[in-house]
């Protein structure tokens, strides 16, 4: 009883946000445009003040850990499965499939992620470690498949060109790379300017989920072609299972039988995995123009699924038993 309270206490902020969302939507409160501006305003402001607090604050070698090698193992199995389904028997072009795999494979380690840990496994440590990896691994790879995939094209110079110059145009990797030369060098900020970026980065969540939350009484999302909504119920379901089913059950493979690590740190990486898609994918999708309906649907739908895989995780591997 007590592990669930702990769970919905996580789930609660996800719920209600998303809640107020769809009904300022509904009311009409914020206007017609409101979830293009926002959705703007996360991904070119508050996303990337967010991104660059975390990481200049952050130590990436923490990466070398070997719990990590299990979580980024099933992480890059799922989204490349993701990737690779969405592209194969789905008919989706290269942006598209990127956000498919994404749907499949990028885990909402922060706002959900941070109090499940502290909950269940009593320190966040190894969600920190979580979040960097998706922030300097993850989300440059995808990315720049949905930059060339939405906007390259053209000779092969141009899209190499568009590929190398792709971190000064995209504020979310500028963000992280400005944050991990702060941190290499040790370089201490102003208070001003670090104060200043808590307050901005703190908005990035809470508006992503008000965002989402309009998303969902606006009607189906469009193709860029503005034809209707593309999303089918058959491909929908895949990037759910993967995320929710096979993606902690890759990352408990590899970190039991293969790598033979302690059952705590067993739980840590089971924990994190199971963690449902996070709403970046959406946020990504309408950036980049693309349809929105798949990382709106499995946002919501894996955020609802995951609390049974998580309560099952925990109640199976924790210390009870």
């Known amino acids: 009883m007590a592990a669930m309270q702990s769970l919905l206490s996580g789930f609660a902020p996800i ?26 305003f996360v991904f070119h402001v508050a996303m990337p003040a967010a991104l660059f607090t975390m990481v200049s604050g952050s130590r990436p070698a923490a990466f070398a850990h070997a719990s990590m090698v299990a979580f980024a193992a099933g992480t890059a199995l799922v989204t490349a499965l993701g990737y690779a389904v969405g592209r194969r028997y789905f008919g989706r072009k ?26 269940v496994l009593g320190d966040a440590s ?4 979580v979040i960097l990896f998706q922030v300097l691994c993850v989300s440059p790879v995808v990315l720049t498949l949905l930059d060339s995939g939405t906007r390259g094209g053209g000779s092969a110079g141009g899209g190499l060109r568009r590929m190398l110059t792709m971190p000064v145009r995209n504020p979310v990797i500028m963000a992280s790379l400005l944050g991990v030369i702060v ?4 370089l201490r900020l102003p208070a001003a300017v670090t104060h200043s970026c808590d307050v901005l980065g703190a908005a990035a969540v809470p508006t992503a989920l008000i ?5 969902l009484h606006g009607g189906p999302a469009l193709g860029t072609d503005g034809t209707g909504p593309v999303t089918g119920r058959a491909e929908f379901g895949v ?12 990352a408990f493979v590899v970190a039991g039988p293969v790598l033979h690590l302690p059952d705590h740190q067993v739980l840590a990486v089971v924990l994190c995995s199971a963690l449902p898609t996070a709403q970046n994918a959406y946020i990504y999708a309408r950036q980049y123009g693309l349809d929105t309906g ?27 038993r």
Do not use: C, D
């Open 211 to 215: 965002t989402l939350g309009l998303s």
């Open 294 to 320: 798949l990382a709106r649907n499995s946002v919501v739908a894996s955020t609802i699924v995951s609390m049974l895989t998580l309560s099952f995780a925990a109640w199976a591997l924790g210390p009870s």
């Open 239 to 250: 990037a759910v299972a993967l995320k929710t089913l096979v993606q902690p059950l890759v």
């Open 126 to 129: 190894f969600v920190a470690q």
């Open 183 to 186: 941190s290499a060098t040790g």
């Open 15 to 40: 719920w209600i946000l998303t809640a107020v969302g769809y009904a300022a939507g509904r009311g009409g409160l914020l206007g017609e445009q409101a979830e293009s501006v926002l959705g703007r």
């Open 94 to 119: 290269r942006a598209e499939a990127s956000i498919s795999g994404m749907a499949s494979g990028y885990v909402n380690s922060a706002n959900l992620g941070i109090p499940v840990a502290v909950h």
